[in-house]
């Protein structure tokens, strides 16, 4: 959810949105949740994980957002 360049991931999620509004996401940070990531599950943004996650897990959880 940080990012360089002065954009979140809440805010690149909703430019994804723009050009695809059926674009799913999971996501995925070494912080805590917050406010970001809450406001990027308001536009439609998946299931949240902390790092480090295992492979299955991942996969787990892509399956249940393809599944969505």
């Given at each position: 959810?940080?990012?360089?360049?002065g954009i979140d991931g809440a805010e690149t999620f909703r430019r994804i949105k723009e050009i695809n509004p059926e674009q799913r996401c999971i996501i995925l940070?070494?912080?805590v949740?917050?406010?970001i990531v809450r406001?990027?599950?308001a536009l439609?943004?998946?299931?949240?994980?902390r790092?480090?996650?295992s492979?299955?897990?991942?996969?787990?959880l892509v399956r249940?957002?393809?599944?969505r």
């Open positions: 959810m940080v990012m360089g360049g940070s070494g912080y949740e917050t406010d406001k990027a599950q439609g943004a998946g299931t949240y994980i790092k480090p996650v492979m299955g897990k991942l996969g787990r249940m957002e393809l599944d």
